[in-house]
């Protein structure tokens, strides 16, 4: 199966890029090659643009603020296990305090390295970062690779407050749904949502071996699916297949 994920607002889609660049990063970061360690500086260097939005860590500080208050409510239910209620309250307590302690824009302390934000200002430029425009970036990808692996563990700890925080929402956030099995008619899927129902994150599994591609559109009011298809050069074209498909709407 094949999982997509669609985002209602904006704020949604800024946590899922940086979700993505985190677990990029994260692959990056364990392995030795001089070439992965590159990317994995070029997707830090990403992900300082993308956390630069000025509303972004209060975005965050807000949603942990609200799902503390909601678990807070669910005290003493009986039918809810209060010593797991109790860890994830403490869970959002540990992202909060750490994402409030932080000073500035994430990453801030990064841009205090000269050294690596002459790398972040050439590494856009097509082969910006060769042995003589930055001979000293080329001596540290010829280090041991532990010796890089531990920079980057050391640069990526400022990063570490944000990745948490929003690893913790997004989880909870998935929990939320019930997954359903629907089917596509002629290629097309379309659902009325409730009113009143605020949801947050779409999210869609399909059979890999179906060779169908789902285009996902939706608002406050209806999720619409349209199933395409590569053709021989590679573009899609729209399928009259009837498929089946499993739909999670998260709120």
């Known amino acids: 199966m094949i999982l997509y994920e669609y985002p ?135 280090k041991p690779a532990h010796e890089r692996q531990a920079d980057l563990q050391q640069w990526t700890q400022c990063l570490k407050p944000l990745s948490d925080a929003l690893g913790l929402l997004l989880g909870l956030l998935r929990q939320t749904g019930s997954p359903q099995k629907v089917a596509a008619s002629n290629g097309q899927f379309q659902q009325a949502l409730p009113a009143g129902k605020a949801y947050q994150l779409l999210r869609l599994r399909i059979h890999a071996d179906s060779g169908l591609i789902p285009e996902i559109s939706a608002n406050r009011l209806m999720v619409s699916v349209r199933l395409v298809r590569p053709n021989e050069s590679g573009s899609l074209q729209s399928t009259t297949e009837n498929a089946a498909f499993e739909l999670t709407l998260c709120a």
């Open 8 to 142: 209602f607002n904006e704020r949604l889609r800024t946590y899922l890029r940086l979700e993505q660049l985190f677990r990029r990063l994260s692959e990056l970061v364990t392995r030795e090659s001089p070439v992965d360690h590159h990317f994995a500086l070029a997707t830090i260097f990403e992900t300082m643009e993308v956390a630069a939005r000025a509303d972004l860590k209060s975005d965050l500080l807000r949603d942990l603020d609200r799902h503390k208050n909601m678990f807070e409510g669910l005290r003493d239910n009986p039918a809810i296990a209060q010593d797991m209620l109790d860890n994830i309250i403490a869970q959002l307590d540990q992202c909060y305090s750490a994402l409030h302690a932080q000073n500035g824009k994430t990453g801030q302390p990064l841009t205090e390295i000269d050294w690596l934000m002459a790398i972040r200002s050439r590494i856009s430029i097509p082969g910006g970062t060769s042995s003589f425009d930055l001979p000293a970036y080329h001596r540290w990808q010829n």
